[in-house]
């Protein structure tokens, strides 16, 4: 018995860790990448279309599970049979790789000056002067709509903050429609697809952003209070039992046709198409005041970076340059409706509903989520701690003000800005 | 054996031990020590330096982690406490009633109610989430059938309830054990035991309470130490019934997952092992403290009714 006990102890407070294997080849370059989503497009059009260019090398896309990708991708650089490519987690998972000397520092790579420097900020050192990874798509923030439940209650689309709310009340007073379909039960919808979808336009994009990050503001300023106060109004008009729906309840509730709006990252574009019966239009987060300067999340996701320790360096070189050029950007863009190239040539896109998200970039100042550059390390994490708190606020257990002073207090137990 | 005055050396005692030695070191001793090791360090300027206690002065000092760790602690103890109140019970009863020598299909029964302990917590945790689930789940409609619809909320999601949620859920899936076990100690009540209490006229409910209930109070016990072990090593349920920030608002954060968030980072946190350690360290102090409790205060007084 006490051996079983003992065995059980231990085997409780033992921790095993996991290691990958991979394999090279001389005249090959792999792929590593946590998008196995993604690997009938590497295969059947990206690659064909990169080789047919580049007679002589040979590319392989190898991907790893999500979950598995940072701990697998780590595990293989230690033992030096990682892939010749690496795809590149925006920010502090990749600068950490970076600083380790895994990834090998681009900024002069032939192709780099298609990208603006936003593009480029989720892949730089903190003072901006190495870029190691070349930006590959990003994510928009918005809401998705089921058109025929707007047509058939004649509601129009929603554009300042007032019309958004009369929209809610009329789909609420008819009563065939949930008016919003987000559950606070996984956390990350509230903060992503709430906070960080409706935020910019009250703290007005990459300068709040930035003064944040410089210290000038601070989370208990109005500007960033404000969004939080949003949130508290959506709960009438979220479905009965919203507290433990998942993000795939709230996902197939939009799509089944029984939820009006669906506050969306693009991403969803491609799983929404092929599921949603109805027709489907899409719109920026609405405005405080009509003609107020509208600021979109356009959060910079993926990038790809060379392994330092690469064989191939030169042959993966010509790679990323192809991946940073137009034409890279055009196939990736149209066979992932959703995730936008970051190149500054315009891209063509066939899909409707990504047109709409894109166009927004035109009429709408860009940023990125506020927590994710600088903000994102350290403990308590503050984008963390931001879908906890978003969470709290929609559920009403917590006050906007108490929730932007809980993260404000955690940012300062550990940020200090450079002053 | 008598004593030889010279004993040769027994090799074979150490060529039989070996391989139950060796494989034990290496995948139980090992980590454990490499454990406690690792929560003495820190990695500074990305090499590991030794700074002693410093990382259990954060864990204690620093209000960022000893809220989150006293929270941990005592969600964990809650958890422990509807196990011992709820499962426990249910099982000595669950064995009580198999064992009856009148019951039909015990042998159904018993392996009905044993089949969710061999169930994956993976299972478990989303069968009940689905069940549960204000959408799709059957738990709103079954409790309309009965008129109950207006107690029905979405308890996974509420901060009041989660806990005592998830509790029931590992309660359900887990009452197979101390039902089995009580159950095999009962029926290893000697017959004269039995038949003398009924000579004295000791039957029915008071047998129970009074010579079969005496009789199993070691297995209860054991059964208290497995389940207190059990349940401060618990993790997986959670996990996958809430996710890794074990919500809402750490409403459901046990010393599992917050160890899991601490060691390998959740999202945007980085992992840190060395504060990941400490965490593990506490919880292996925890649990030793708990059993020596129960080994030295507990055990020492149940060994009085042996046959």
Redesign the interface.
């Known amino acids: 018995?006490t051996t079983k006990?003992?065995?059980?102890?231990?085997?409780?407070?033992?921790?095993?860790g996991s290691a990958g294997m991979a394999y090279a080849q001389d005249v090959t370059l792999n792929i590593e990448s946590w998008r196995g989503d993604d690997l009938a497009i590497w295969k059947d059009k990206l690659i064909p279309a990169f080789e047919a260019k580049n007679p002589g090398i040979k590319v392989v896309f190898a991907p790893s599970a999500p979950t598995e990708y940072d701990?697998a991708l780590g595990a293989k650089l230690a033992a030096g049979s990682a892939g010749d490519l690496i795809t590149c987690r925006p920010?502090?998972?990749s600068l950490?790789l970076f600083k380790?000397g895994n990834l090998a520092d681009l900024s002069a790579l032939p192709g780099m000056e298609n990208f603006s420097d936003v593009a480029k900020a989720a892949w730089q050192t903190d003072d901006g002067k190495a870029t190691f990874c070349v930006p590959m798509a990003s994510v928009i923030h918005g809401f998705i709509y089921n058109k025929d439940a707007f047509d058939q209650l004649g509601i129009k689309v929603p554009t300042t903050n007032e019309e958004f709310y009369a929209a809610l009340d009329k789909i609420k007073a008819d009563g065939t429609y949930i008016p919003m379909a987000m559950?606070?039960?996984?956390?990350?919808e509230a903060a992503t697809m709430g906070y960080q979808n409706i935020g910019p336009n009250y703290w007005k994009g990459e300068e709040g952003r930035t003064a944040l990050i410089k210290g000038e503001q601070k989370l208990t300023d109005p500007q960033w209070v404000a969004p939080f106060a949003e949130l508290a109004k959506w709960k009438p008009y979220l479905?009965?039992?919203?507290?433990?729906?998942?993000y795939p309840?709230s996902q197939?509730?939009f799509t089944l046709g029984r939820a009006a709006i669906y506050p969306a990252g693009s991403w969803e574009i491609a799983l929404f198409n092929t599921q949603a019966q109805f027709k489907m239009g899409a719109f920026p987060p609405p405005v405080q005041k009509a003609g107020d300067t509208c600021y979109i999340s356009d959060h910079t996701d993926i990038g790809m970076g060379l392994n330092a320790a690469s064989k191939n360096a030169d042959a993966a070189k010509t790679f990323l340059s192809w991946v940073a050029s137009p034409d890279f950007a055009t196939i990736y863009a149209n066979a992932l409706p959703g995730f936008f190239s970051l190149n500054n040539t315009p891209v063509k896109m066939e899909d409707p509903l990504a047109q709409e998200f894109v166009s927004w970039r035109d009429k709408c100042k860009s940023t990125i989520r506020s927590?994710?550059q600088i903000l994102?390390?350290g403990?308590?994490?503050?984008?963390?701690e931001t879908?906890?708190e978003s969470?709290?606020v929609i559920?009403g257990?917590?006050t906007p003000e108490a929730a932007a002073k809980k993260l404000q207090d955690?940012l300062d137990?550990?940020y200090k800005p450079a002053k | 054996m008598a004593a030889a005055p010279k004993r040769p050396f027994r090799w074979h005692i150490g060529v039989f031990l070996a391989p139950a030695v060796l494989v034990y070191t290496a995948i139980m001793i090992l980590p454990l020590a490499g454990t406690l090791q690792l929560s003495l360090f820190r990695n500074i300027d990305q090499s590991q330096v030794f700074v002693g206690l410093a990382n259990f002065r954060t864990l204690f000092g620093d209000p960022n982690w000893s809220v989150g760790f006293w929270n941990a602690l005592r969600n964990n103890v809650w958890f422990f406490i509807i196990h011992m109140l709820v499962q426990n019970p249910i099982g000595v009863l669950l064995a009580a009633l198999l064992s009856s020598p009148r019951l039909r299909f015990s042998a159904f029964y018993r392996t009905a109610i044993f089949v969710p302990t061999i169930l994956s917590f993976v299972i478990v945790g989303f069968a009940w989430k689905l069940i549960l689930s204000p959408l799709w789940g059957v738990a709103p409609n079954l409790m309309d059938l009965v008129g109950l619809k207006s107690l029905f909320t979405p308890w996974l999601g509420k901060e009041q309830y989660a806990l005592t949620t998830l509790s029931l859920i590992s309660v359900w899936q887990f009452v197979g054990i101390p039902m089995m076990l009580i159950y095999a100690a009962l029926l290893s009540i000697p017959d004269e035991v039995i038949e003398a209490a009924e000579c004295d006229g000791i039957t029915g409910m008071s047998q129970f309470w009074k010579i079969k209930l005496p009789l199993i109070l070691p297995s209860i016990g054991i059964i208290s130490i497995l389940t207190f072990v059990g349940n401060f090593n618990a993790f997986d349920l959670i996990y996958t019934a809430q996710g890794a920030l074990a919500g809402p608002n750490y409403s459901t954060d046990i010393l599992g997952t917050f160890l899991y968030r601490a060691f390998f980072g959740f999202q945007l946190q980085i992992g840190d092992p060395n504060m990941g350690a400490a965490i593990a360290t506490m919880m292996f102090l925890i649990i030793l403290g708990g059993v020596c409790v129960y080994l030295f205060l507990v055990q020492t007084r149940l060994r009085r009714y042996q046959f």
């Open positions: 018995m006990l003992l065995t059980a102890l231990l085997l409780g407070t033992s921790i095993l701990a920010f502090d998972k950490e380790k559950g606070t039960k996984d956390l990350w479905g009965d039992g919203f507290e433990a729906q998942t309840d197939n509730l927590t994710y994102g390390r403990t308590p994490n503050l984008e963390n879908w906890v969470a709290n559920n257990t917590v955690g137990s550990w």
